[in-house]
T-cell receptor, first 115, second 111 residues
Framework: GAGVSQSPRYKVAKRGQDVALRCDPI?????LFWYQQALGQGPEFLTY????????KSGLPSDRFFAERPEGSVSTLKIQRTQQEDSAVYLC?????????????FGDGTRLSIL | GQNIDQPTEMTATEGAIVQINCTYQ??????LFWYQQHAGEAPTFLSY????GLEEKGRFSSFLSRSKGYSYLLLKELQMKDSASYLC????????????FGAGTILRVKS
């Protein structure tokens, strides 16, 4: 069956450019998460949606980071005025319900490189 | 704050058994997940523990002690394809159901 799909798979941008990363969750999944994973580290939480509502954005590192999920399915993570420290893999995950025992299903991520 | 510790790297032989430990200190606790991540790929769900004890699933088992803040992942009959990073992750109660991950343990299986 279809899993979580992320695009693009790789993105190279110059410092100062804006980028947009897309996530297509598993159909019917209520919860959607964005994580940032630096090389050799575990994923770090960025933000969480329940349907179209952004319930937790405490992990977004600065106001340059913005996420949306307007119709409760596809989500976009936007980074404005990119900086070199934004280089990382950005992972999207979805789960069927919002309860804590639900496993999250991850996409392959977008590898972002800022030159 | 949240603190999750796992060994950085481990090496084991094909066919053997390996135990990957995880200790956590979190201000809340609602459950613990183990994920497997091959290089350049998505983390994939392995197991979930919320009660003390052992959960067995084929070649993989996971154990939890809530009172000790300790978990381990046990991999039996190791295969070369088990070479990957193994991530321990906690769902702290007060943060909803986001995952707080450890840095991961890189397991190398040698023949």
């Amino acid at each position: 069956g279809a899993g979580v799909s992320q695009s693009p798979r790789y993105k190279v941008a110059k410092r100062g450019q804006d980028v947009a990363l897309r996530c297509d969750p598993i159909s019917g999944h209520v919860s959607l998460f964005w994580y940032q994973q630096a090389l050799g580290q575990g994923p770090e939480f960025l933000t969480y949606f329940q349907n179209e509502a952004q319930l937790d954005k405490s992990g977004l590192p600065s106001d340059r980071f913005f996420a949306e999920r307007p119709e409760g399915s596809v989500s976009t993570l936007k980074i404005q005025r990119t900086q070199q420290e934004d280089s990382a893999v950005y992972l999207c995950a979805s789960s069927l319900w919002e309860t804590s025992n639900q496993p999250q299903h991850f996409g392959d991520g977008t590898r972002l490189s800022i030159l | 704050g949240q603190n999750i510790d796992q060994p950085t790297e481990m090496t084991a032989t094909e066919g053997a058994i390996v135990q990957i430990n995880c200790t956590y200190q979190t201000s809340g606790f609602n459950g613990l997940f183990w994920y497997q991540q091959h290089a350049g790929e998505a983390p994939t769900f392995l197991s979930y523990n919320v009660l003390d004890g052992l959960e067995e699933k084929g070649r993989f088992s996971s154990f939890l002690s809530r009172s000790k803040g300790y978990s381990y992942l046990l991999l039996k009959e190791l295969q070369m394809k088990d070479s990957a990073s193994y991530l321990c992750a906690v769902t702290p109660m007060e943060y909803g159901n986001k995952l707080v991950f450890g840095a991961g343990t890189i397991l190398r299986v040698k023949s």
